[in-house]
């Protein structure tokens, strides 16, 4: 299935953290934190401003993201957990990350 974020909205996946301490320490999946980072995967075409006209996102997929805590709403996709959100809940581009398996 394919899924295409009307508007300003667009698909998150979380990046998983790693899952040790810098001591070692293993920490349980059900202590941690939901991770605050993801790669965009989709992206909508954009708002439109009050004049009708489209207003173009500045992310696109494949950057890496911070967003806030509770932002995005959780949904399951193919069997993949995703967050749908709205790019002004993104605070930032992480530039120079690589792209890497650890995906959520």
């Known amino acids: 299935m394919k899924f295409r974020p009307l508007g300003d909205r667009v698909?998150?996946?979380?990046?998983?953290?790693?899952?040790r301490t810098a001591g070692g320490i293993i920490i349980p999946e059900t202590a941690q934190e939901k991770p605050q980072e993801g790669e965009i995967v989709s992206v909508g075409p954009g708002a439109l401003d009050e004049n009708g006209k489209r207003?173009?996102?500045e992310v696109k997929a494949g950057d890496f993201v911070l967003f806030g805590k509770w932002s995005g709403t959780e949904v399951k996709i193919d069997g993949e957990e995703l967050l749908i959100m709205k790019e002004s809940d993104i605070m930032g581009i992480l530039e120079g990350r690589k792209p890497s398996k650890k995906a959520a």
């Open 11 to 19: 698909v998150v996946r979380r990046v998983k953290e790693d899952t």
């Open 55 to 57: 207003v173009v996102p």
